[in-house]
C-alpha cells in the first residue's frame, strides 16, 4: 500500500486543512507500526543469525579437532 502522498488533486472545498492533518497523522501511524514491525523482524533474523553462525563455527571446530586428533570420521548429529 505504497501511495504517493503527492497526488494530483483539483481544488479542494474548505475543510482540506482537517483532512490533510488526519491524514497525515495517520500516514505517521502507519509509518510508526510499519517501523515497529520492521524492526522487530530484524531484531528476530539477527537472533537467528547468530545461532546458525554459532551452529556453523561449532561444526569448523569439531571438523579442526577431529583432524589435528587425526581422527577422521568423528560425525556428530
Do not use: W
Not at 11 to 36: F, K, N, W
Not at 49 to 71: C, F, P
Amino acid at each position: 500500500m505504497a501511495q504517493s502522498t503527492r497526488q494530483p488533486f483539483a481544488c479542494r472545498p474548505q475543510g482540506v486543512l482537517i483532512d490533510s492533518s488526519d491524514r497525515v497523522l495517520r500516514l505517521s501511524e502507519a509509518r510508526h507500526a510499519y517501523e515497529t514491525r520492521l524492526c522487530e523482524l530484524e531484531r528476530q533474523f539477527e537472533v537467528k543469525a547468530a545461532k546458525v553462525r554459532e551452529e556453523y563455527l561449532a561444526a569448523l571446530l569439531e571438523i579442526h579437532t577431529s583432524e589435528a586428533n587425526g581422527t577422521q570420521h568423528a560425525h556428530h548429529s
